[in-house]
């Protein structure tokens, strides 16, 4: 069993920056960590993924702007955000899987509470 709990959210303006963390407790080295978004009245978004083995994927619309990461020995992942935009609103979920490098969401097994990130003009 894993718990994740994420903090870091909260309001920022647009251009600037915030760094998300979840910290997980139980064996999350052995499982592939990732972050989704949810807007208000839109679907989950894949946002990024690291494997064990630390490979990223990160998807189109963050490439280039924000950066997964993972420090095993404290089990836990963060998601640096750096040129925020007003479309980066959402709800930030970290999430765990046994799959290699998950994309979707169905392949993650273990689900945070989410922290809200607000970016205002």
């Known amino acids: 069993q894993v718990q994740l709990v994420e903090s870091g959210g909260g309001l920022v303006q647009a251009g600037g920056s915030l760094r998300l963390s979840c910290a997980a407790s139980g064996r999350t080295f052995s499982y592939a960590m990732g972050w989704f978004r949810q807007a208000p009245g839109k679907e989950r978004e894949f946002v990024a993924a690291?494997?064990?083995?630390?490979?990223?994927l990160h998807a189109d619309s963050v490439k280039g702007r924000f950066t997964i990461s993972r420090d095993n020995a404290k089990n836990t992942v963060y998601l640096q955000m750096n040129s925020l935009k007003l479309e980066d609103t959402a709800v930030y979920y970290c999430a765990a899987s046994t799959a290699y490098l998950p994309s979707m969401g169905d392949e993650y097994v273990y689900w945070g509470q989410g922290t809200q990130v607000t970016v205002s003009s």
């Open positions: 690291i494997s064990r083995r630390y490979n990223t």
